[in-house]
């Protein structure tokens, strides 16, 4: 089947949107998706930069919503006309998938990052020759075959269009607190970086009863919508030293917890500075640095913990229905962040996420959409 989708051909080209992508067949255990709409994550953008070594020309786009318009003949789950979010892809046949933890499937790189579905097929085509995909889905396109496992149903009464970012920044956020943190009530956190994922982190604190939630970044802006989505407190850290300020707002001890949202060196030094004794940072942003620890004072003595985590060590299925309950509730109002653009402005709604002017950009793909309500 013929399908528009926009194609990045190499390193550092823009996206350009073309007609004559030939889509595969869908599979047994897969659903042929009509997409709705994309987020755009900065992840994409690491792609498209050539920041991970991926395999292009690719159709990107890994945040998507549409609505199944057919199913495999050994999906029993789904059926034609449901709403989904897209998310990523694991086997579910693994130890660790078997163990309830699909984000470290061992076959997670295999399937998600190597540009083609997990079978080695092609996802992709144009006149015969391979491009790749990514997560097992690219959402910058109008149509996409998926495996059911990438698929998370969710209500028809919400707005498909703003729902795709939880399958990606905003779960991985809020999963890196609600999963691997576990803060307890009456416990502090820093979050640094207010973007999509720093700021699901927030609420995740906020929700999980921390008495400081406290939101650190440079643009104004963004920590002013930080406050409005539940920070307690704001440091600008272009302004003052955000060590400093943390220990100030917790009595001179620092934060229990910290997330890194950034990826800069200094800033992930900061994140570890900031915490109170026993106290752990999890850094999670895709970056190319690296730091130094004190492994005798930060990690022995002072009982520090630095933590990685993929994805919010997430199960989508489970995470994304329980963020949309916390939506529903008022706590968790991550389409603050959203801004909406046409498909054809896929260079602009990139360019204005990573200048920040859009903290999260969402493509229209299918016009004729109209929400419920
Ligand atoms: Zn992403
Ligand atoms: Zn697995």
Redesign the pocket.
Known sequence: MKIKAAVVDKVNDPFVIRDDIELADLQDDGLQVKVVASGI????EALRKGDAGFDLPAILG??GSGIVEKVGKNVHNFEVGDHIIMSFYSCGECDNCLKGIPTQCRKYAASNLSGTRPDGSDHFTENGKHISDMFNQSSFTTHTVINKRNAVKVPKELDLRKLGPLG??YV?GSGTVFNTLKPRPGDTIAVFGTGAVGLAAMMAGKISGCTHVIAVDIVPSRLELAQKMGATDIVDSSKEDAVEAIKKITNGLGVDWAVDTTGVAKVMTDSIAALTQGGTTATIAVTPHNIDISTWNDLCVDDKKVVGVNMGDSIPQVDIPRLLEFYKMGVFPFDLTEKFYDFDQINEADADSVSGKTIKPVLIIDKDYKPEA
């Open positions: 994550c900065h992840s994409d890994h945040e990606c920044g991985t």
